[in-house]
Structure formats: C-alpha cells, structure tokens
C-alpha cells in the first residue's frame, strides 16, 4: 500500500529502491519508516556477502511509483547484521521528483533475443538494442527485417528481464558501420504487461536520474 507523505514522497513498504553507496549500486527493499525520522531498508549485499559500511556513509536512493522518478540522499545511520539484516537511514530533507514521459528515449546497448511471429520456423535471433524508451527501441541486427513485422523480444535490464515483450517493426534502413549487425529497426512495443511496465519505468527513471545528476553543475572550491 503506497503511502504519499506530507512532503509528497511515495513510499509503500517492499518497495524495491537502488540504494548507491560509494559509486556502487544495489537492490534493496523498504522495510519501513517513521516521517521525519528514520527509513529502514535492506542491508545491501554482493554475491552473498555484506558490504560494509561504517556510520554516516552518505547514500542515494532512487524509484519510480506510478510514473514519478523519486531520487534523494541521505545517511546510514545505523547498520544491523543480525538477527536481521537492515540499514538505518536518515529521513530525507529533501528529494527530486519528476514525470517519465512515454517518449523520453535514453542510450542503451544492451543484447537481446527476438523472434518474428506468423513464420514458420521459431528461431531465435540476436540483436543489440541502441535507444530504449517506453514506447519502443532502436535496435542493431543482422537478419533483414519489413516494416509491419510483429516481434517477440526478451531482453536483461538492470531491473529484471523484459520477456516476451511484443513489438512491431515501424522502420528499417541499412547501418553502414557495421557488418555483424548491418540493419538499424525501429521498433513499436505493443500493450505491455504492469510487470514488463514496471521494469521498464524503473529503468528509464535510473536513466534520467543519471542525466540529471551529470548536468548538475559541480561547485568550485
């Protein structure tokens, strides 16, 4: 159930955030809080392991809730690592928020499978996709594709895998700088499924996230 606070930040417990600490990126989960006080996430881990992280380490999180990017920082207050493992954080003074439009189109270059439906055999095919939004993708392939092609397309972002996603090809032209990959398609993504949406939004907020984070002007000493 989300909650949205005085200030207007979206929070519902077992929401899955990326906490960054240090540069590095993990998956937590909220696992509660008091307003104004405290927020109590996972304690992060790698391969098994805990990341150890001293009092007042400074980290960011960062979400989307129903097609807001919420991102802020704050401080881990206190560490636990048994019986439980949780991390308290200090409540955040302050956070950026933001609309993800349909159309924002963020550089991607991630490996993806396809197939292309109404034929006769299923192979699957590869490609690269270069540009990903929430309405479709620019992707890099070696099998010459037709404009009106419907495609079934599995690809591993950051934020779980985006299965059997259908989409449609709008349009196709040559890509001279390649010859593994020498056709560039535009791609349509038909009605998504709330959990293919929910991984994509994710995604596309950490993408803006960074953007903006990048144009921020840094102050001079």
Wanted: net charge positive; charged share 25%.
């Amino acid at each position: 159930m989300k909650t949205v606070t005085k200030t207007g930040l979206h929070l519902s417990l077992g929401k899955r955030i990326q906490a960054t600490v240090r540069g590095e990126k993990y998956r937590v989960t909220l696992r509660g809080w008091v307003e104004d006080e405290y927020l109590i996430v996972d304690y992060p881990h790698f391969q098994g392991d805990l990341v150890k992280i001293a009092p007042l380490t400074g980290c960011s999180l960062s979400f989307t809730s129903e097609g807001t990017y919420f991102d802020f920082k704050t401080l881990v207050l206190h560490a636990v690592a048994q019986p439980v493992r949780l991390m308290v954080l200090e409540y955040p003074k302050s956070f950026t928020s933001y609309k993800l439009r349909k159309n924002n189109r963020h550089k991607a270059n991630f490996q993806f499978s396809f197939s292309v439906e109404d034929e006769t055999s299923e192979k699957m095919l590869t490609g690269t996709i270069r540009d990903l939004s929430l309405s479709g993708a620019l992707v890099t392939h070696s099998q010459r594709l037709t404009k009106g092609d419907n495609l079934r397309l599995t690809v591993d972002l950051n934020f779980g895998e985006l299965s059997n996603v259908k989409a449609q090809v709008r349009n196709v032209r040559k890509n001279p700088g390649s010859k593994s990959e020498p056709f560039v398609t535009g791609l349509e993504f038909s009605k998504l499924s709330p959990a293919q949406d929910k991984i994509l939004r994710e995604f596309m907020g950490t993408r803006m996230g960074e953007r903006r984070r990048g144009d921020r002007p840094r102050s001079s000493r």
